[in-house]
C-alpha cells in the first residue's frame, strides 16, 4: 500500500507540472485550412459531395437561390419608402440542463433567407432604392480552438462568407458597432420584434439599438409575415425536398403499420418510425408524433405515447419527417390486430370519402376556408346515411353540431414548418408551388351518448400533403406511398407465408 501511494503522489507532481488549462484547449482539431478545404459547422461539398454540389448552401439550394429570396424579400419593402434595414435573427442554444445542450435546430425564416446552420447568428441585409443598392451581411461566431474541441468545428467569418455567398461576414462580436450605423439615419427599419425580445443577442445588442430607434419616433416594422408571403410559394427546389420528406415518411409507417399488435407500448411505435425515419436519410422528426390507441385518437394533440395497445382497438397515428429543413405530415389510423371492425370501417370509411373530394378541390384559385366548409357538409351527409346515432338525425341537424366530432380545420400550410406560415390566412387563393394538408378526421368520445354503443371511442383522421399544380383536376398528392385504403392496410398487416417448392 505504501508503495502505491509513493507512484500516486509522483504522479500526481508530474501531472501539476503540466499546462492543464494548455491540455484542455488542446488545436489537434482546430484546422486553419482554407474554408473549401477544412471541415465548416454545416455539411459542405468538401465534406459532403454525395450530398451537396459545389455552389450549394444546404442540399439541392444554391447561392443563388438564397440571393435570390433576399432580393425579392427588399423588393417588397419599397413601397415603404426608398432605404431600408432588414434584420433577421437565428436561434441560440437551448440548454436541457447546465451544460448539456438540445439538439440545435434553426429559426426559419433565417435559415429560409441564408442557409446557416449554426446558433447565435444574424443577418443584416441594406436597401437603398435611391441608388440601388443591396447589402447582406451575415454575422457569425467566430471559430473558437475551446468550442471546437468540445462541440465540432464552426465555420468562423471566412467559412460563412465561403459557404453562404452574401457580400459580407462579420464576427458576431461586432453586432452593436454594426447597427449602429443607423441610428442616426432615416432607413425603416425591419424585425421580428417578439422573437428578438426573449434572446440573449437581445440584451446585449438589439435592446439599445431599438429602444434608440423608437425613442426618436422612427419605424420599426414586423417583417414576420412579408417572409412568409414569399415561403407560402415554393420552388422546385423546395418541392423536390418536400416530396422526400413526405416519401420517407410514407416509407417508414409501411415498415411500421405490420409491426403494431395489441399490448404493444405506443412508445415501441414512436421508436420504429423515428428509426425508419433516419435510416432514409431524414435528420429528425419534424414534430412529437402522436401514437394514440383506441379512445385516445380523441385527443388531437396526443404526445404522451406511453400507454399499451388494446386488441379490437385502432390506433392514429401523426408523424413527419423533416428532409434538410422540410417537413412532411401524414396521418393513418388503423387496426391494431390488422382487421376491421363493421364500425371502424364504417367511420374510417366516412372519413376517406370526404378526404378524396377535399384533395379534388386543391386547384388554383380556391382556398382552405372553402374546402373546410365542403368537409363539414360532407362529413354532415355521410354521417346523416351511416346511422351511427342513438337518434334518427338528418344531415342538416347533424351540421348543426358537426364541430363536436371534427373540431379541427380541414388543413394547414406545409413547408419549413409543420404549421407552415402561420401568418397567412387560409383563405388565402391557392396558386401553383403551394402545398398544403388535407386531414378531415371524426372523434367519437367514449363517453358521447349521442353516437350508437358500437361506436363510441373510435377516432379516424387521413391526412396527405397536397401539392397545388397549373392542373385542374385536384392536387398532386405527395404521400401516396403510404397505405391509406381500407383493403390497402388490412393486406399490409396480414402476415405473408412463405410456400417451399
Known sequence: MKIL?????????????????????????????????????????????????????????SQKEYEGRRLRLLHKLKKEGNKHVVIVNGNELQYMSEDIPYPFHQKNNFLYLTGFLEPNSCLIM?????????????LVPNRDISRELWNGPRSGVDGALYLTGVEQTETIDNLGEVLGQYLDDDHVIWCD?????HTQMYYQHFRGF?????????????????????????????????????????????????????????????????????????????????????????????????????????????VGAEFYGYCADITRTWPVNGRFTTEQRKIYEIVLHVQLACIELCTPGNDLDSIYGVMLHLLAQELAAGDVFVEKLTAKEIYQSIRTFCPHHVGHW????????????????????????????????????????????????????????????????????????????????????????
Open 5 to 61: 501511494l509513493k507512484h500516486a503522489r509522483s504522479f500526481i507532481g508530474c501531472c501539476s507540472s503540466l499546462n492543464v488549462g494548455r491540455f484542455s484547449r488542446s488545436a489537434a482539431n482546430f484546422s486553419t485550412l482554407p474554408p473549401e478545404r477544412r471541415t465548416l459547422g454545416q455539411p459542405s461539398h468538401f465534406t459532403h459531395p454525395h450530398l451537396i454540389k459545389i455552389n450549394e448552401v444546404t442540399p439541392r439550394i
Open 126 to 138: 441594406e436597401a437603398d432604392f435611391n441608388r440601388d443598392h443591396f447589402h447582406a451581411t451575415l
Open 193 to 197: 420584434y417578439r422573437d428578438l425580445q
Open 210 to 318: 431599438l429602444d434608440s430607434v423608437l425613442s426618436n419616433e422612427r419605424p420599426v416594422r414586423n417583417l414576420k409575415s412579408l417572409v412568409q408571403e414569399l415561403r407560402v410559394v415554393k420552388s422546385e427546389s423546395e418541392l423536390n425536398l418536400l416530396g422526400e420528406a413526405c416519401h420517407v415518411t410514407g416509407e417508414a409507417l409501411k415498415q411500421a403499420i405490420p409491426t403494431t399488435q395489441p399490448d404493444m407500448n405506443e412508445r415501441a411505435l414512436h421508436a420504429i418510425l423515428d428509426c425508419e425515419c433516419r435510416l432514409r436519410g431524414a435528420q429528425i422528426l419534424a414534430y412529437p408524433p402522436v401514437i394514440a390507441g383506441g379512445s385516445r385518437g380523441n385527443i388531437l394533440h396526443y404526445i404522451n405515447n406511453n400507454q399499451r395497445f388494446d386488441d379490437g382497438d385502432m390506433v392514429l397515428v401523426d
Open 414 to 501: 406545409l413547408g419549413m414548418d409543420v404549421h407552415d406560415t402561420s401568418t397567412i390566412p387560409r383563405s388565402t387563393k391557392f396558386v401553383p408551388g403551394m402545398v398544403v394538408t388535407i386531414e378531415p378526421g371524426l372523434y367519437m368520445g367514449a363517453d358521447d351518448q349521442r353516437v350508437k354503443e358500437e361506436f363510441r371511442g373510435i377516432a379516424v383522421r387521413i391526412e396527405d400533403d397536397v401539392m397545388i399544380t397549373t392542373k385542374g383536376t385536384g392536387g398532386h398528392v405527395l404521400t401516396t406511398n403510404s397505405p391509406k385504403t381500407v383493403e390497402e392496410i388490412e393486406k399490409l398487416m396480414t402476415p405473408q407465408t412463405s410456400t417451399s417448392s
